[in-house]
């Protein structure tokens, strides 16, 4: 039916709409082995260099940045660092039908993904310890990898690509910026609500962000009582007047209501939330993803930068969100005939359960074994290819985008998929993240764009005939 997913491998059956059981997690030590440019990520520039583990403590924290020691190269394509954090993309909290399909079985070991061959990965930092001890996250700077990002760049395309990416990318001076905001913030907010943890979510901790994402915060409240999420925020925002390094607060009573503030002299702004703890889990299947091959991050942060230069980046106006488009490039990459990426929730239920401790969630991928794909495209034949396959391959009003599932599954007639333009699955909530997208105009100048910028881009072969590619370093760049 979908002739260009992964051979399907051998399942054990769970009964319809439940998760496997909850497995036994075996609290351990790793690294998740991000490399970084003169930032978070970098794959030309000698000398790499990695945060240290961030210890998170229950009450003071420092607000200075964590020093940068040296870091040493590891294996190539290695899997991500060690990184405790998480990433509300915007998801709304709300259980609206029945999955899909069943869920995920447990993998079965020594299983191998059709078109690849997986290693095992022993890059475990002995020096972090499980989120019972140390309850927030750590700040990570991205994998560490030798010079073979260059690999992939094989033509005039990817090279712009690369040229992009190492330009845009976030840098560990930005990441280290809004941890020190964060760090701050934890200890002023604790003096208000003692049992309150603040995560740095997002872009800024999945590997997907450039210099001029915005930070997302998540505040975890415990215990047995309930809170109002607009009652805390208001009471946040109040109490943020006092603080000396926080102004132009704003209170969103959105579906996911946000406080908004920015550091006080710069142009750095947050996005506050609270309790929206899939976000949590989001960024740490999201940054898995993002470290899986060297090609995902470029690929990902082109596509973006690309949809926002075409305006159908944007939910508020009724096109897509940044995470939606990251699902829709890590659905493209697991469904090619010989897979970038696998479908790690099918493979690794156990690393990323949907109702695991979220102080446990942290420690999920440490589990996973590196993944090597078969796949060798360039950079530019990948950004080609999923321009097509939106453009004339994916069919919108049969198929559902499920990155959980690896593959396009097939539309069924409950509310959540019925009349919809576009499908896309959220991977826990399994609610539908495109749902912005409810007007036909707007459906059509999506899918009008990536007709002409496929179109155009397989004519001439040049970044800079669908997008300034000049224009929008010099941006970054300013940031």
């Known amino acids: 039916m979908f002739p260009r997913n992964a051979v399907p491998r051998q399942r054990l059956d769970y009964r319809e709409d439940l998760y496997p059981p909850p497995p036994t997690l075996v609290p351990l030590c790793y690294d998740y082995n991000h490399q970084r440019l003169a930032g978070v990520n970098n794959f030309s520039v000698p000398g790499l260099q990695r945060f240290p583990p961030y210890e998170w403590k229950p009450r003071p924290l420092s607000p200075v940045p964590p020093s940068v020691p040296p870091h040493t190269p590891t294996v190539t394509n290695g899997r991500k660092r060690q990184n405790e954090d998480y990433s509300p993309h915007v998801v ?10 069943r869920a ?101 901790m999945n590997g997907l962000g450039c210099r001029s994402s915005d930070a997302d915060l ?108 990251v699902l829709m490039v890590l659905h493209y990459l697991q469904t090619l005939k010989e897979p970038v990426l696998p479908s790690l929730q099918r493979d690794y239920p156990e690393c990323f359960y949907h109702l695991m401790d979220i102080n446990m969630v942290p420690d999920g991928p440490k589990h996973i074994p590196r993944y090597i794909s078969r796949n060798q495209s360039s950079l530019g034949e990948l950004l080609l290819g999923f321009l097509k396959y939106y453009a004339t391959d994916f069919r919108w009003d049969k198929q559902v985008i499920s990155i959980r599932e690896a593959t396009a599954l097939p539309k069924n007639n409950s509310q959540m998929w019925r009349n919809k333009y576009i499908c896309v699955e959220e991977p826990f909530e399994r609610n539908n993240v495109a749902r912005a997208v409810h007007e036909k105009i707007k459906f059509d100048a999506i899918k009008a764009e990536f007709a002409k910028s496929c179109r155009i881009l397989q004519d001439r072969k040049d970044l800079n005939s669908i997008l300034p590619v000049r224009a929008i370093i010099n941006e970054e760049i300013r940031r």
């Open 104 to 204: 995920p079985p447990p993998r079965v070991p020594g299983q191998v993904v059709a078109g690849s061959s997986r290693s095992s990965f022993a890059g475990f930092d002995s020096s972090y310890h499980s989120p019972s001890t140390r309850i927030q996250p750590q700040v990570t700077a991205a994998p560490k990898s030798p010079n073979i990002l260059q690999a992939y760049a094989k033509d005039k395309l990817s090279d712009q690509m690369v040229e992009m990416f190492e330009a845009c990318q976030q840098q560990t001076s930005d990441l280290a910026r809004k941890e020190t905001c964060r760090a701050r913030l934890q200890k002023d907010i604790q003096s208000v609500y003692a049992v309150a943890r603040l995560y740095l979510t997002g872009s800024s």
């Open 218 to 325: 998540c505040l975890v409240l415990t215990g047995n009582k309930r809170h109002d999420p607009i009652q805390v925020l208001s009471v946040l925002q109040r109490f943020f007047r006092s603080l000396s390094y926080v102004e132009k607060t704003q209170l969103i009573r959105a579906k996911v209501p946000i406080l908004k503030f920015r550091e006080k002299g710069s142009d750095l702004e947050f996005d506050l939330n609270i309790n929206n703890t899939v976000g949590i889990r989001n960024t740490f299947l999201l940054r898995s993803y993002a470290y899986a091959d060297l090609r995902i991050r470029p690929m990902i942060l082109v596509v973006k930068k690309w949809a926002r230069h075409n305006q159908i980046n944007d939910a508020s106006k009724g096109t897509l969100s940044s995470y939606t488009l």
């Open 92 to 101: 709304k909290r709300q259980r609206l039908d029945p999955p899909l399909t």
